[in-house]
């Protein structure tokens, strides 16, 4: 009889232990990039003016009107600083003119900082509500914020749009002396999901994103609160 070297069994839980950890952490990624897009900072403006437009005296104009609004919202801070900012990785990608990745979100925070600019501006022309356009100089705020902190230290856009939320809750909650404490928790909650998904990214580290979340909560206590 030859003899048949045999796998201690010893081994056989390693090896299962360590597939199911690849496994988990294939998940953990998966679900991670997920919340990382479903919650980008560019949705933030249109869902803001989308709401505001819903549950405010607002409500009482055209539909086609409000749809108009929504439409310049969409068009000035999600579609122009998406198709300039993916113009801007492809010409990147041939010409290696940024290989930092704090220079390149530098420019992309400062393309979405134009179209809130050009927003603000067309909401000022049809002589809209200062609290209709009060999420856009937020976000504007926070993109300053976080282009020039860019330069150095590759701080969380992402993380300052989520903070900004918690902030502009806390303060429509304080100024309209309404119990928003559930939609603040929330907020929070998101917030954590967001500044969570980014650090297993390894886009962030933890300083970074919760510098951005103060950025962003800063941003809101400025403009509600103070102006």
Wanted: aromatic share 14%; with cysteine.
């Amino acid at each position: 009889m030859t003899n048949r070297k045999t796998i201690p069994s010893t081994t056989l839980p390693l090896t299962s232990n360590i597939k199911l950890e690849g496994e988990l952490q294939r998940v953990v990624l998966l679900i991670s990039k997920g919340i990382s897009l479903a919650f980008r900072q560019s949705y933030y403006p249109l869902i803001a003016t989308f709401v505001l437009l819903h549950v405010s005296y607002l409500r009482m104009l055209s539909f086609s009107f409000r749809l108009m609004i929504l439409a310049e919202v969409f068009l000035c801070t999600f579609a122009m600083p998406y198709i300039l900012g993916r113009l801007f990785d492809r010409i990147n990608r041939h010409y290696q003119l940024v290989t930092q990745r704090r220079y390149h979100s530098m420019i992309h925070n400062f393309l979405a900082y134009v179209g809130t600019m050009v927003c603000i501006h067309l909401l000022q022309g049809l002589h809209m509500p200062f609290f209709l356009q009060g999420y856009l100089w937020v976000a504007m705020l926070y993109q300053i914020a976080c282009m020039l902190i860019s330069l150095f230290w590759n701080i969380s856009t992402q993380s300052a749009a989520a903070g900004s939320v918690v902030g502009a809750l806390s303060a429509y909650s304080l100024l309209m002396d309404y119990n928003a404490i559930w939609w603040i928790c929330l907020s929070i909650f998101v917030c954590g999901l967001v500044n969570t998904s980014r650090m297993l990214l390894r886009k962030h580290t933890l300083n970074q994103v919760i510098a951005g979340t103060w950025i962003g909560f800063a941003a809101s206590a400025l403009v509600f609160i103070l102006i």
